[in-house]
């Protein structure tokens, strides 16, 4: 996706996006992309730094506010330090001058493109463990926590104050509502959880 206000600059970069085979949605505002937006879009975005009305950091902020997380690079014709440095904080994924090398665009593009598809695998395997965690009661999940770390069944019934048997059987509890095949699995599920908050 694209957003610049200058149409010869959207034509140019278009053409060196689609002659890289990439699918190219242009727009001459902010306001015209957010109208165009659908939840759930993927991709990242060119952004332009100065825009008619809403400005670039300010879509940036408005696409924050709705949880929206596609990789922005931001293009400009007049370097600013100040703004590329406030945009950088905020999460873009890079800043680059006018007029931009079709070889560098397309290489920023792709490392964007790369990672717009790391996060959503993460997402997605975050999701699908909150929804099997999501069937577990408090007690299963305090002990596939302990499981996943590498606890034995008389480890954990020591810590718990429970029998050997009881962790067992609720071990089986765990592994039939997650669809977990062994420890490692539970360990995956737990770690899909974790990684979805780091990124």
Do not use: W, Y
């Amino acid at each position: 996706m694209l957003v610049d206000d200058e149409a010869p600059v959207r034509e140019a970069l278009t053409q060196v996006l689609e002659g890289a085979r990439l699918r190219v949605e242009a727009f001459a505002s902010a306001e015209a992309f957010l109208a165009a937006l659908r939840p759930g879009k993927r991709g990242c975005l060119l952004l332009d730094v100065s825009l008619p009305g809403r400005s670039g950091p300010e879509l940036q902020a408005a696409l924050a506010a709705r949880g929206l997380e596609l990789p922005i690079i931001f293009i400009t014709g007049r370097g600013d330090v100040a703004t590329s440095v406030r945009t950088l904080k905020a999460g873009a994924f890079d800043f680059l001058e006018k007029p931009v090398s079709a070889k560098i665009l397309l290489e920023r593009v792709s490392a964007a493109l790369k990672l717009e598809r790391r996060q959503h695998t993460q997402a997605a395997t975050a999701r699908a463990a909150r929804e099997r965690i999501a069937r577990l009661t408090p007690r299963e999940r305090e002990i596939m926590a302990l499981v996943a770390a590498g606890h034995s069944s008389k480890d954990i019934a020591r810590r718990m104050g429970i029998s050997h048997r009881t962790v067992e059987v609720h071990r089986g509890h765990i592994m039939q509502k997650t669809g977990a095949r062994n420890t490692l699995d539970l360990a995956r599920l737990s770690s899909g959880l974790s990684d979805s908050g780091t990124r």
